[in-house]
């Protein structure tokens, strides 16, 4: 025989219930359906008692909701006829005792623990008459006449050898089809008063009865496919696992996964009971099998589970070094209270013991403890009980982790790239749970990058805030759109756009948003502008605020604007542990000190700070140079020519297309800045070189470069309107200098070069020996001499310009942190 047990869930609503008269009736043997209340009334049952005993009018209102949902599926479910009326009469006679409690605890503004206790037991008392009824030909079954609880340090606990016979004598005389009873609910073996086994108790009673009658199995139908590897409506990406130990199971139960009550696994365990999780909304699932030996598992850890609303006392003092027995004090005072402790860890100094405690049980034990401890405080010997709440505990569990090195160093290494520090941590010898206590408000987020770095994630996941939807940051998300199911597909990575901002607006979705949605359906062309503009209102300080709030695991801040208030914010997200993609120069070629700190910051977070698209759009210099450095070369000299506006201007200029024409056609076609004078003016060139010098290990200012301008002076000291206004009085004069270039068979090129401590950029002329005289269009080259390429510098060339090439590099950048 089996025993069924179904949760509040599964007979919340009409479709469910009426899934769960189909799961029963399709069974071929006896089976014991042990079923909670309907979802969600335990909760409705303790609000409205806490309203009657405030005195609260409002209780009766709140009452008739209880009364008026078990009428209503009662109607919804059962046929109109007699079975349906005698139905009603026995559950209106219920709502009815219900109804003169909460009338008694109203007028008495009483509330004790055994009329909370009474009044709860209604909700499953109504709801296995319901299923009862509908499941045709069951039998109803009285659960407080069996499941007998006693008192034991203040608590209820199940008696278990009574219950154990009463449960067989029951259901003694043999079972036929199916036997309905409530779950959760008990009564006290000496006073028979009713009580019951703790919220979600009623997979308990499910294992109890199975336990008793020897069951072939214990099904326990809930909500989701099945042990997860981690709660689901936290992770999106956890997933079912088809197999755990009942020690793995009991583990992660332990620690608030909370598909099964952790006291469910013991009784069916002892018996080697196999438990099997399923669906009611999705039968046809395989679900988790929970038994004593699974199949092998290559995965270190099978799940993750976790409970906010914890504390941690510290019990310290300088007695304690050694002495025997202050453990045993500790634990014994703590039992004799009933508070019970989750979670010890103890430094091997022996000064100092943390006892992990629920937060609701934080101030009683710290009373009793400062009471036990009460001569040694006074001595001087111990300290007070120190106490810090609204911590979460975590708890990463599997038998795997036996024996294998570095779980421990991946977890913490993981914590610490994510910015949490973790407060205490314990790891039994059994080497089957790891567990540790971070705040609170970091729990989402420790919870996701665990997940993610254990691989328990069908993918990794690249968390994406996308500032400006210019030509860079627009070809940057197009590409990503273009990307997205490819990188899944075939390097399992999962980039998730969580946020996109430009000056004015913004937008925000942890799951990621729906780049489809920036899609013009009639052009299908990509909108991100436009459709940008419906986006909320947002400026500088919200998007700072939003992006560091979200606290999103693994999370980049990529920045395609020009904006030096955007560069502003890096500070405080690498702060945060959000790494930084740059394409806007602004911040790599600010002051050296901020500079540095930055990348300081970023080394000392586990974060990055990358900004290869600076110099020379998407060709890998940046990132050639930190190969050279790191492997113990030394650049000597940087020649470059890094303006693909200037290349393609003096590429441009003709006889036919004078010097002004050249700076619009730049403008026109993106490769230069959106305010040209800061490629003319060298401005743009003497950045990059900045950044490139700074790259190779050297200490340099923007003003330390020698700027030798080619344009006069006066031309960048108006307005830009000015400045298009007056560029044509130039021409003349280019294109006389032009026509005796064009005699001695020469070219232009605008350089940048550093050596020996100097940094310049001017215009020159080169004949075509130089490898600087073929370069087409934008493009751009840099020219490396270090000690290792000395006869022979290295060279790199390419599209130094463009939306698509940077967006490119961007992308590239990206995509070295999945
Ligand atoms: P029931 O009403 O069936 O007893 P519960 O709400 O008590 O259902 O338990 C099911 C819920 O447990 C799921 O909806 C899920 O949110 C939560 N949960 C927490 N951790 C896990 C996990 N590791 N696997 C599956 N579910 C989990
Ligand atoms: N109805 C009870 C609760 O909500 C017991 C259960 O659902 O298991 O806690
Ligand atoms: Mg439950």
Known sequence: MKVLKFGGTSVGSVESILSVKKIVEAQTEPVIVVVSALGGITDKLIRTSQLAVEGDAAYQQSFREIAERHEDMINAIIPDGERRETLLVTVRALLEELRSIYHGVFLIRDLSPKTQAAIVSYGERMSSRIVSCLIQGSAWFDSREFIKTHRQNGKNVLATELTNELVRETFMGGLKGASVVGGFISTDKDTGEVTNLGRGGSDYTASIIAAALDA????????????????????????????????????????????????????????????????????????????????????????????????????SGLSMVGVIGVNRRIFSCLADNGISVFMVSQASSENSTSIGVRDVEVEEACRVLNEEFEKEIEDGKMFRMQAESGLATVAIVGENMKHTPGIAGKLFGTLGRSGISVIACAQGASETNISFVINQKFLRKALNSIHDSFFLSEYQEVNLFVCGVGTVGGSLLEQIYQQQEKLMRELRVKLNVVGIATGHNATFRREGLELRSFINEQTGKAEFRKRMKEAPASDIHRLRDEVIQMNIFNSVFVDCTASS??????????DHNINVVAANKIAASSDYTNYRELKQIAQKRGVKFLFETNVGAGLPIIRTINDLVNSGDKILKIEAVLSGTLNFIFNTISKDIPFSETVRMAKDEGYSEPDPRIDLSGKDVIRKLVILTREAGYEIEQKDVEA???????????????????????????????????????????????????????????????????LEGSNNIVLLTTERYNEYPMLIQGYGAGASVTAAGVFADIMSLA
């Not at 208030?565 to 690498?574: I, M, Q, S, T």
């Not at 004069?733 to 070219?747: A, G, K, P, S, T």
């Open 216 to 315: 072939d199995v214990l099904e326990i139908w809930t909500d989701v496919d099945g042990f997860m590897t981690a709660d689901p409506k936290v992770i999106h990406t956890a997933y079912t696992i088809p197999e755990l130990t009942y020690i793995e199971a009991m583990e992660l139960c332990n620690f608030g996964a909370k598909v099964v009550y952790p006291p469910t696994i013991y009784p069916v365990c002892v018996k080697n009971i196999p438990i099997l999780i399923k669906n009611t909304f999705n039968p046809e699932a395989p679900g988790t099998i929970i038994k004593s030996e699974v199949k092998d598992d290559v995965r270190s850890i099978k799940g993750i589970s976790s409970i906010k609303g914890t504390s941690l006392i510290t019990v």
């Open 565 to 574: 208030e955007v560069a502003g914010l890096y500070r405080d997200f690498l």
């Open 708 to 774: 030798n301008l080619f344009i006069p002076q006066s031309f960048f000291d108006g307005s830009l309107e000015d400045f298009w206004a007056n560029l044509p009085s130039l021409d003349a004069e280019w294109e006389r200098r032009r026509e005796e270039l064009e005699r001695n068979h020469r070219v232009w090129r605008f350089v940048a070069k550093y050596e020996n401590g100097r940094g310049s950029v001017s215009l020159q002329e080169f004949d075509q020996d130089h490898s600087f005289y073929v």
